[in-house]
């Protein structure tokens, strides 16, 4: 449902009025600009003057002066205005018209109606007054300008002769204030409890801007989104050139304020600043030729940015731990975990199990040494335990983990995020594999028509699996799969699809690069994305796999051109693209000895 379609122009003449301040203090707001000149809302020489201007003082008065210009010049447009600058890549990059939209959609507005006539009253009895005084106000304008010019000349004279005057202690208090913080003393209690503030903040490293979330910041995840990428914070700073750094709290910054301060104030939450204390205790812990004893506050001081980077990995690896027992590997969840027979916590390929089923395949006998056979890291298991990182639930605990009901038992058997984008939400469970996917997420796309509780769902990867057999009897070589047909082979391309959803974890080739990478398209000329391969595959545009396979490898040879002087994201695009020539080969049983075998590596 579109709010827009609800409000009148006159409501959403006033919300803009109401919201030009906001809209003014932007970060980075040349993408803003150019929608509006692209829909005719301001002239090209205002856009080109404004975009020119380096200053963000200057830019965000030169922003408010535009809307403001809008405001008067365009009026009858306003709900045109407002649809144009509420498109999803907007929304994206702008955490502000994120937010003025929720608060058409949720009614947290209020649309004052007795402010504009205050106003006017006020404008008009002011209007009456200069017209009644002109000659006596500029009369007295010119004697006051005397006064303060004299006076000013006067000060000059008296400081100049003096270098203690200058270097005043209570002068240099106020000229260092404003380095600190931005705000003014009243606004700096209350400004981080603004609304546009709650979900997220705007940070900067050195030379680079990002969007720090606030509730992936506490749980400890990635919480730095830059482009559509995201970066732990010690990942970030690295990002940002200041990898030299000892903390990332001193070298990230919101406006001017370090998150070290914010976070001891109690405005953000940061599980490394509480869990410090602990940190020496859990090194003794899981390093094996040291004791805590040996310890020193100078070893401690001289190796700061180890340990930073050592309490980030023990924090991943406080939700998931990688274990195996004998040949088998699997992935322990912690969220999931409750004791040795309840609790599917660890994940393998094929299903979720208990810690004893992970030792005793189906067997449902409670056997004391899965505490010692399963291994994490080379040590046993209890030694999560003895250290209180796994709990376990208590002979008496109801929870769902816990429960003997077979309903619960089999909420347990899928994935509790999607697959795919690896967020939770409405999931489709597949009835053979432990994967759950959004229903637009999975290829091909789910119909909720055809799900029921009867209704047994298979997913791409278990039909494939399942059918590659007697689908591809023999061996084909390379050309013969790029001459088929995309008609007769849809499935193997979505499931080649979905292996590059999933292991690009950042989105970063996901979306259209053209909205959010600067200057993309001055270098790259053919642009193309892998939601765009997905629309043109649905849309039948492809006719042979030849074609499919050249935009899918396009979309990794315009990441090598782009990024020529950044090795990172160079080889994150190599690494998705040998995953999938490995994988076009597996499923459509490429004959190995095939002479562009060696080409691909």
Not at 193 to 208: A, H
Not at 340 to 362: A, Q
Not at 425 to 438: A, M, N, T, V
Request: hydrophobic content about 30%; aromatic content about 8%; charged content about 30%.
């Amino acid at each position: 449902m579109d709010p827009l379609d609800f409000l009148t122009d006159e409501e959403l003449l006033r919300f803009f009025r109401c919201s030009r301040t906001e809209m003014s203090c932007m970060e980075q707001p040349h993408t803003f600009l150019n929608q509006l000149r692209d829909h005719h809302f301001i002239p090209e020489k205002m856009h080109t003057k404004l975009i020119r201007c380096k200053s963000k003082e200057v830019r965000e008065k030169g922003v408010y002066q535009v809307l403001d210009w809008v405001a008067a010049e365009r009026p009858n447009s306003i709900k045109v205005f407002w649809k144009c600058v509420f498109r999803d890549h907007l929304l994206l990059q702008y955490p502000t018209l994120r937010l003025l939209r929720n608060r058409l959609l949720d009614g947290s507005f209020t649309f004052y109606e007795k402010l504009p006539e205050k106003v006017e009253k006020e404008e008009g009895e002011e209007d009456k007054k200069k017209k009644g005084s002109v000659e006596g106000d500029d009369k007295e304008e010119k004697t006051r300008r005397k006064k303060r010019n004299q006076k000013k000349r006067s000060e000059s004279v008296e400081e100049q002769p003096s270098t203690s005057t200058q270097s005043n202690p209570s002068q240099k208090r106020k000229v260092q204030r404003p380095t600190y913080s931005p705000f003014s003393k009243n606004e700096k209690a209350d400004i981080w409890t603004w609304p546009i503030y709650k979900t997220q903040l705007p940070v900067t490293c050195g030379d680079k801007e990002g969007t720090l979330n606030r509730d992936k910041l506490a749980k400890g995840k990635r919480c730095i989104v830059v482009q559509g990428r995201w970066f732990t914070p010690s990942g970030f700073q690295e990002f940002g050139g200041k990898k030299s750094s000892k903390n990332w709290k001193c070298s990230i910054r919101c406006r001017g304020t370090t998150l070290e301060k914010l976070i001891q104030e109690g405005h953000l939450t940061s599980p490394d600043f509480k869990r410090r204390k602990s940190a020496q205790a859990k090194r003794a812990l899981f390093l094996s030729n040291q004791s805590a004893g040996s310890i020193t506050e100078s070893e401690e001081n001289d190796n700061d940015e180890e340990e930073e980077e050592e309490e980030e990995a023990e924090q991943e690896k406080e939700e998931v731990f990688k274990v195996t027992c004998g040949a088998i590997n699997g992935m322990l969840h912690k969220d999931r975990f409750a004791s040795g027979s309840c609790g599917k916590s660890i994940r393998t390929e094929l299903r979720w199990m208990t810690p004893v089923e992970f030792v005793k395949g189906e067997s449902d006998l409670e056997d004391p040494s899965w505490k010692k056979d399963i291994q994490w890291d080379g040590k046993p298991l209890h030694v999560l335990i003895e250290s209180k990182i796994l709990v376990i639930h208590s002979l008496l605990c109801k929870c769902k983990l816990c429960s003997s009901t077979a309903k619960d038992r089999h909420d347990q058997d899928n994935d509790d995020d999607c697959f795919i984008c690896r967020s939770q939400g409405s999931l489709i469970c597949c009835d053979e594999c432990p994967r759950s996917f959004h229903q637009r997420c999975h290829l091909p796309n789910v119909d909720g028509a055809m799900m029921g509780d009867d209704c047994p769902w298979i997913c791409t990867f278990c039909v494939l699996r399942a059918s590659q057999s007697w689908r591809y009897p023999a061996q084909i070589t390379y050309q013969e799969a790029l001459t088929r047909r995309v008609s007769d082979n849809l499935l193997e391309c979505q499931y080649l699809l979905l292996c590059l959803y999933h292991a690009d974890e950042d989105h970063i080739f996901v979306a259209d690069p053209c909205i959010n990478v600067r200057n993309y398209t001055s270098v790259i000329k053919t642009p193309i994305w892998l939601d765009r391969v997905v629309e043109k595959l649905q849309q039948n545009l492809y006719q042979s796999v030849q074609h499919f396979v050249s935009d899918v490898l396009l979309i990794f040879t315009n990441c090598a051109t782009f990024n020529r002087d950044n090795a990172e994201f160079r080889v994150m695009g190599e690494r998705l693209k040998d995953l999938f020539e490995r994988e076009f080969k597996s499923t459509f049983s490429i004959q190995l000895e095939h002479p562009t075998a060696s080409n691909s590596q």
